[in-house]
């Protein structure tokens, strides 16, 4: 059975550097690239996601490294970070999929929020189920 688990890199501020770097590294072994979009109170918050296969055909495991919650976005100035995430994306022929979620300060843990996460993903076909 694949155990699929986020780790959290920061909320994407210079964090968002180290995802690159994993995703450049590892392209060859990207399911996915996701940007989550919350609504906090008035504010639109971004946060931004990449899925990797397992490393190895014995591994059970998939990471999902994530900037959470960092990134605000505003209809009249857009976001340099989120920008450089797309672009950094496309320069590896990834697609972002994006996906309105839930803000993860209604949830009393933030594994709650990433169960969450993980449901909503395996219910649009963009994360494998469990087998």
Same mark, same amino acid.
Not at 119 to 130: D, E, F, I, T, Y
């Given at each position: ?5 986020? /780790? ?9 550097y180290e995802l690159f770097?994993? &995703? ?5 072994? /990207? ?10 109170? =008035?504010? =639109? ?16 495991? &998939? ?5 959470? =919650?960092?990134?605000? *976005? ?27 979620v839930k803000h993860s ?6 594994? @709650? ?7 909503? @993903?395996? *219910?649009?076909?963009? @994360?494998?189920? @469990?087998?």
């Open positions: 059975m694949i155990q699929q688990r986020f /780790i959290e890199l920061g909320e994407g501020y210079s964090d968002i770097e994993l &995703m450049s590294t590892n392209s060859r072994r /990207i399911f996915k690239a996701y940007v989550f979009s919350s609504k906090d109170g =008035e504010n =639109e918050k971004v946060s931004i996601a990449v899925s990797f296969t397992p490393a190895t055909a014995d591994s059970h495991f &998939m990471p999902i490294y994530i900037c959470r =919650e960092g990134i605000k *976005l505003t209809a009249d100035k857009p976001s340099k970070r989120y920008e450089l995430f797309i672009e950094h994306a496309k320069s590896l022929h990834i697609q972002p999929v994006r996906l309105e300060s209604l949830f009393p843990e933030t594994q @709650l929020y990433y169960q969450y996460v993980i449901g909503v @993903l395996r *219910l649009n076909h963009l @994360l494998p189920p @469990l087998q």
